[in-house]
């Protein structure tokens, strides 16, 4: 399941339209990786014309709730002033969480097609499948895999980086105490 190469994957069909929506939310993303945030974009998008968009950055803004998702059902929300979003879609780059996959049942979302899978804590396919449970009154439909490498090679490229930064600050903290001895008393 967590293989994007399995048929699984392989199996939706986008449209060009939908490619041109990810391709907005994967530039979004790459804006909070500006900022130092994991790179992860949203866009909402209703009759063709964005309603909301946002990307990742609870450091930024101190704020937990603060993911892609959730920043841009907010502006949507406040776009159309009313919090159900009837007949919208939602792009996003990588699997939402559990708390996003309920603001998305919330806000009535009718359609949710996401670029990579999040293994440790996605809520669609990976870790559990909300979504497809049928307690919820609302049903949002999904499709994951879409610019799925382009996706997964942003995250992995960022947290690559920030290990090696890691590493580097960790070698000079270490460079800075070791060394020096003056030879002994004083
Ligand atoms: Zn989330």
């Not at 986008?14 to 993303?29: H, R």
């Not at 920043?71 to 996003?92: E, F, T, W």
């Not at 899978?117 to 809520?123: L, M, Q, S």
Request: hydrophobic residues 35%; proline residues 4%.
């Amino acid at each position: 399941m967590n293989n994007p190469d399995s048929a699984e994957y392989a199996a939706p069909v986008f449209s060009e339209q939908d490619k041109q929506w990810m391709e907005y939310a994967f530039q979004l993303a790459a804006q909070g990786k500006e900022l130092g945030e994991v790179p992860v974009g949203a866009v909402i998008v209703r009759d063709g014309k964005v309603l909301g968009e946002g990307f990742n950055q609870p450091i930024t803004r101190h704020d937990p709730t603060a993911h892609a998702e959730i920043i841009a059902l907010r502006q949507a929300a406040q776009q159309v002033q009313n919090y159900r979003l009837v007949g919208a879609s939602i792009y996003v780059t990588l699997e939402p969480c559990t708390m996003c996959v309920g603001a998305l049942v919330h806000a009535r979302i009718a359609r949710l097609v996401f670029g990579t899978t999040e293994p440790k804590a996605g809520a669609v396919v990976s870790k559990s499948q909300l979504l497809d449970n049928d307690y919820f009154n609302h049903r949002v439909s999904y499709a994951g895999g879409l610019m799925v490498r382009e996706c997964q090679h942003q995250l992995s490229e960022f947290f690559a980086a920030r290990r090696e930064q890691k590493r580097q600050e960790k070698w000079e903290r270490q460079s800075q105490v070791t060394p020096t001895s003056n030879g002994g008393d004083e």
